[in-house]
């Protein structure tokens, strides 16, 4: 009798799932090859993504209005990109959301430099939860901040 390979759901689903979350990444670097394409950026792309750990991608332009969000952004709010299209950011945020974090977000984006913050965000459900964000200005060939990145991460308390 002929028996193929044991296969066990647990390494096979890793394999998946990896697989999967591999796909999607190059999807989002295509995509953000397109936008820099686009508008000239200055920006590395693939190595701030390799190099960072992340659930949700937003792109706002200079005004803070968001350009374009990943799937990962759908999983993590609720909120879909022909929702978020043309808003600020600041539609996440709610009573929880501290006005201090809020200020040194503006401080670093008024300075052009990165920012890593952490900070009570709102699903659309309305459920609160903690949203660690990198964000990264984006310079165009003329070293102009013309977009902003946002890494985001939903972090889990205990």
Known sequence: MKRGPLLSWDIYSEYIFNFFKSLRKKKEIERLNQFQEKFKWDFQIEETLFKNEYKALVITDKNQKIIWVNEGFKDMTGYSLNFVI???PKFLQGEKTCRK?????RE???TNSICEESMVNYRKDGREYICEIKIYPILNSNHKVEHYLALENELQLN
């Open 86 to 88: 043309n808003k600020s």
């Open 101 to 105: 974090t809020l200020q040194n977000i």
């Open 108 to 110: 670093h984006l008024a």
